[in-house]
């Protein structure tokens, strides 16, 4: 679990998101990141969950990144990819614990 905040310009606002990353995984057989998480307005009650494509992975990374290097990502990385893709994108929908 890992905790972070984060002004984010989305393109509606700006507003500050507490992030709490609860797994993580990269899938070789249909090269696809796996992220679960949840945020401050979410509570104890909800998570959120996105599932990208290699392809939206190279596009919304801050560095260069390999499929071998998504093997091994740490939660910092994660944190910098979500928040990138949360500038273009809205956040996902809740989902019940």
Avoid: A, W
Avoid at 22 to 49: A, K, M, P, Q, V
Avoid at 81 to 97: F, G, M, R, T
């Amino acid at each position: 679990m890992y905790m972070f905040y984060d002004f984010l310009k989305n393109k509606h606002n700006y507003h500050c998101l507490r992030m709490i990353i609860h797994e993580s995984y990269y899938n070789e057989d249909n090269r696809r990141l796996y992220i679960e998480f949840s945020t401050d307005e979410d509570g104890d009650s909800f998570y959120r969950t996105l599932d990208l494509s290699y392809d939206k992975v190279e596009f919304y990374s801050p560095d260069i990144i390999s499929e071998e290097d998504l093997l091994e990502i740490d939660d910092d990385y994660i944190i910098e990819l979500v928040s990138q893709y949360l500038i273009d994108n809205d956040l996902p929908d809740e989902i019940i614990l």
